[in-house]
């Protein structure tokens, strides 16, 4: 591995344990390593909260968000690539939400936005700015995100939702705590998109580059990495196409161990 210039790290149950926490010892050890590579953080979740948790590791100031429609520079405060949503299909969506009384989450580069609550309060605790009308949405959108209790309107929700033009569901399924989800962004969005602008960006190639993930929306970012790592804790099928798989779980400082013992 003496070619890697990048390591991309998906965040949850990769980067961070089972409680979202980040170890001393990761922090440690990316503060040792950062002047020699790019360490990127890779995120299915908001730009706000992968800023969050690169800083706490001291990772590169490039964060990938929102599975890959945003990459940004925290330090300069710069947008560095960007799939945003049109208007037109923001409105769709929301009717549609508003039509079978799923949350409708909007995320952009610094906030997000959240329309009147059919849920209950539990997810509201992480910066969401509540709006009852979509003329409240001033800022470009990058992903939005569905959250029902109501399993049959959620499913006719995402029906009406996939005839939209241009809108690509990622991400979908039922949280431990019944709540379900799906993740929607502008067709063509990917990790592995991302990543291919990272190209451009960092004047690196494939082989420049190994990655860590755990879940299905890390695949097209293995596909775009020259070396791809599996965690212990992650799903089978990205376990079938990885080179190596960590030896330590999420909950173990897998990525850690493997980076000392291999890098």
């Known amino acids: 591995m003496n070619n890697i210039k990048c390591i991309l790290l998906d965040i949850d149950n990769t980067l961070t344990n089972a409680n979202e926490e980040i170890s001393t010892e990761t922090t440690e050890y990316f503060t040792k390593i950062k002047e020699k590579y790019h360490i990127i953080l890779v995120t299915g979740r908001t730009n706000s909260y992968a800023v969050e948790k690169s800083k706490i590791c001291n990772a590169s100031s490039i964060v990938v968000s929102d599975n890959g429609a945003i990459i940004y520079n925290y330090e300069t405060d710069k947008v560095l690539y ?50 009852n009308s979509i003329n409240e949405l001033k800022e470009s959108v990058s992903q939005i995100v569905l ?18 033009e241009n809108v690509e569901i990622c ?11 799906a993740d929607l962004n ?22 420049n580059i190994i ?11 293995f596909e775009k990495s020259g070396y791809k ?14 080179d190596c798989i960590t030896e330590f779980s999420n909950d173990e400082n897998g990525v850690i161990e493997f980076l000392k013992k291999y890098l």
């Open 229 to 242: 790592i599996a965690m212990k804790n992650a799903k089978q099928e990205l376990k079938n196409m990885a």
């Open 211 to 221: 990655a860590f993930g755990d879940s299905m929306n890390d695949v097209p970012m």
């Open 186 to 207: 502008v067709s063509g969005t990917s990790k592995g998109r991302a990543i291919m602008e990272l190209y451009k960006l960092l004047n690196i190639e494939k082989n």
């Open 147 to 164: 959250l029902g209790n109501n399993e049959i309107e959620y499913k006719k929700c995402l029906e009406e939702i996939e005839k939209i």
């Open 171 to 181: 991400n979908k399924g039922m949280e431990s705590d019944g709540r379900y989800f």
């Open 82 to 131: 960007s799939n945003f949503f049109k208007k037109e299909t923001i409105s769709a969506i929301w009717d549609i939400s508003q039509k079978y009384n799923i949350d409708c989450v909007f995320n952009s580069i610094y906030k997000r936005y959240r329309n009147n609550i059919y849920m209950n309060d539990k997810y509201l605790k992480r910066n969401n700015i509540g709006i």
